[in-house]
């Protein structure tokens, strides 16, 4: 038995039930079946997922009219009788949406890890999922973010888009829709993965976004066409996203809220964890500093930090950061101390600038010469002063 195995109820396979004729014909093919099983099971069931594993797909569909009403599983046969996989895929064909399921060259072998991964997916863009999948970033954070928030969402999408990443998120409001709008703008491939149909924009208010990222991008589902996208689904949407990245980064979170959902899934799958940090007066940024504290996320600031961490070993590495450099930082101590003592106005004599410094009149007059060189230092009628400018 495979993972989940032992969800499956003993005695199924010892004789295979009759399938009524009233549900029309069983499906004889895996990915037929798969279809029809992500109308009948909710994302991530892992009864579904367990006689699929013991089973296949085929032979699972097979055994649903055996499994006792009230009994696990029990629950698939009274959606299978209203499960109608013609119109699903008339609906998939109407918006160009195709089913992908483990095998496919398409499969993102990420979503593989999860405990309970998809039975299938649908697809729908010209994007293969796989060679997106496989250096990608998860950008999300909270629906109602500041202008903050939205301005490094997109700006990190767009950096990363340059970069070659794909950016993938969930097509919601805030944080969501700026990073899938970074993207776009640079012309860089981005999914978004949907708690409902890939034919059902969701908010609706995103239509016109989810056409384009349809258009150049992939949009994806674990629920078919003209499912609705109900509240439970969300948080299992997230974790896909989680999944199928190579890192996940939080921009604005509050302490409780979905995207903090995902960077726990994606650290559980031992995914990169980023956070951007905020005001510390921001409740939005107050689940960023939280993961920041516990060592769950890493602290980034821009796409360059973002794609030393979720990109190649060695490769992807952000510039060193230092601060502007001036003559005076390479000068060493004893220099340093009489230039600090030069006067501005009017020259000053070895003698007195020593004094100053604290040193004696042979370092005073060596010292003198090398910022002569340097051009912070300069003879007038009376003495050395310090050069201005």
């Not at 909710?42 to 699929?52: F, H, K, M, Q, T």
């Not at 509050?254 to 959902?261: C, F, I, K, Y």
Request: with cysteine.
């Amino acid at each position: 038995m495979t993972r989940g195995s032992e969800a499956v109820l003993p005695g199924l396979d010892s004789a295979l039930p009759a399938w009524p004729s009233s549900w029309g014909a069983c499906p004889q093919d895996d990915r037929t079946a798969r279809a029809l099983w992500s109308r009948i099971a909710e994302p991530g069931d892992p009864r579904a997922g367990a006689l699929i594993a013991a089973y296949g797909a085929v032979g699972a569909l097979a055994q649903v009219p055996g499994i006792p009403e009230g009994m696990p599983g029990g629950r698939f046969a009274g959606r299978l009788v209203k499960a109608d996989l013609s119109a699903d895929l008339d609906r998939a064909a109407r918006v160009g949406a195709r089913v992908v399921v483990p095998g496919d060259q398409e499969w993102p072998v990420g979503v593989d890890d999860l405990a309970h991964p998809p039975i299938a997916l649908w697809v729908r863009g010209p994007l293969s999922l796989a060679e997106a999948c496989e250096r990608s970033v998860a950008i999300v954070g909270a629906r109602a973010c500041t202008p903050y928030g939205q301005h490094v969402a997109a700006d990190v999408a767009a950096g990363l888009g340059r970069r070659g990443f794909t950016v993938v998120s969930g097509a919601a409001f805030g944080i969501d829709v700026a990073a899938h709008r970074g993207a776009l703008a640079v012309g860089a491939p981005t999914v978004a993965v949907l708690a409902g149909g890939v034919d059902r924009a969701y908010p609706v208010a995103h239509t016109a976004l989810l056409e384009e990222i349809a258009r150049v991008g992939a949009v994806v589902s674990e629920v078919p066409p003209g499912a609705a996208p109900m509240r439970q689904r969300f948080l299992l949407r997230n974790r896909l996203i989680a999944a199928c990245t190579t890192g996940t980064l939080v921009v604005e979170a509050g302490l409780r809220s979905g995207s903090r959902h995902t960077a726990g899934v994606a650290a559980d799958l031992h995914r990169v964890v980023m956070a951007v940090p905020g005001p510390v007066s921001s409740s939005q940024s107050a689940g960023c500093h939280e993961m920041i504290r516990q060592g769950m996320a890493v602290l980034v600031t821009d796409a360059d930090e973002v794609a030393e961490e979720a990109g190649s070993f060695g490769v992807d590495l952000a510039p060193v950061r230092r601060g502007p450099r001036t003559v005076e930082d390479d000068l060493d101590p004893v220099a340093a101390r009489v230039r600090d003592a030069l006067p501005v106005r009017v020259g000053g004599s070895v003698e007195s600038i020593a004094a100053v410094a604290g040193v004696d009149q042979a370092q005073a007059r060596s010292a003198l010469g090398r910022l002569d060189l340097a051009g912070l230092a300069e003879r007038d009628g009376w003495g050395w002063r310090r050069r201005v400018g």
